[in-house]
């Protein structure tokens, strides 16, 4: 009704005022598990920019920095408002068609084929880069019915977000800005230990440890506590 398609166009013009310009990544899993229907590896390989507004006008909330058993974790919290039809309009009317065809890297890390892909709403595991504060959130849930059918209409998305985990995903969304900062990452320099992408790990090979215990364990010798059966 006009009611309605006035009230949408407000609550756009509202957003557009006092929001701020974010970038919507769709991710692409990769190497699908046929069992499980889980991915072991995904993809950004576009890069959306949106308005949305920030409802935590406070500061973030969520856990915050604290030091855990695995080092320093930062868990911020955030909610991002943004209005369905302009949703619509950048992302799910045909915006996000970018295939691995453009990005020859990807085409060997995952067993994507190249195809256009549309979404009809932000969808939990998506990220969005929030450049007031350079971090990259990642969707947890997706709330439609925030504010219940106003005129009988619903206008928005609340985007309920949590700092992104880098977990060796791939970025080629042609954005350099995103693409270069993602590119400086590896779980190999991370964690500092074995993983896979980085094969030349200083003690990896753990042959010192290994000559230390040939030197205190002696196999010959009979088991004290077996009562001389082995």
Known sequence: STEQNLLEDLIIESIQIYGFD????????????????????????????????????????????????????????????????????????GSFVNTYSSANVLVSNGNYTDQSISISRPREGDVLYFPLSNTFFEIKYVENEEVFYPLGKLQTFDLRCETMEYSGQIFATGNTTLDNYMSGLSLGVVAGNTDSGANNVPGAINFDIQREFDQIVDFTENDPFASGQY
Request: without cysteine.
């Open 22 to 93: 974010v970038t919507y990544l769709p991710r692409v899993s990769l190497n699908t598990d046929s069992i499980y229907s889980q991915y072991t590896s995904s993809a950004f390989v576009d890069a959306i920019p949106v308005e949305m507004y920030v409802k935590n006008v406070m500061g973030f909330s969520g856990e915050g920095d604290f030091v855990s058993r695995f080092g320093l974790e930062i868990r911020d919290q955030v909610t991002f408002t943004i209005a369905k039809s302009r949703f619509e309009v950048e992302v799910a009317n």
